[in-house]
């Protein structure tokens, strides 16, 4: 788990025991911090809009697998090209 990622993505005033870290596993899943082990039937955090962890109530912050490149949650609107 990519902790520098982590405190780079932490909102104004959150620190990082307040999150709950995810990231994707290779085969779909999403697994956090707190043990949590969770799978979106499609797209991802963002994707669903959830903010906080359902097991630990922590803010959700969420890296998706490696061969992704925008990150699922926490990120900032990108302008469409075309």
Same mark, same amino acid.
């Given at each position: 788990m990519d902790m520098a990622w982590a405190n780079k993505q932490l909102p104004p005033g959150v620190t990082r025991q307040? +999150?709950?870290?995810?990231?994707? =596993?290779? =085969?779909g899943p999403w697994c956090g911090s707190c043990g949590v082990v969770w799978e979106f039937i499609d797209g991802g955090p963002k994707d669903n @809009?959830?903010?906080?962890c359902p097991r630990c *109530?922590? &803010? #959700? #912050? +969420?890296e998706p697998f490696p061969d992704d @490149?925008? $990150?699922? +949650? #926490? &990120? @900032? +609107?990108? $302008?469409?090209? *075309?």
């Open positions: 307040d +999150a709950c870290i995810w990231t994707q =596993d290779s =085969d @809009e959830t903010h906080f *109530g922590g &803010v #959700l #912050l +969420a @490149e925008t $990150p699922n +949650a #926490l &990120v @900032e +609107a990108q $302008p469409q090209k *075309g």
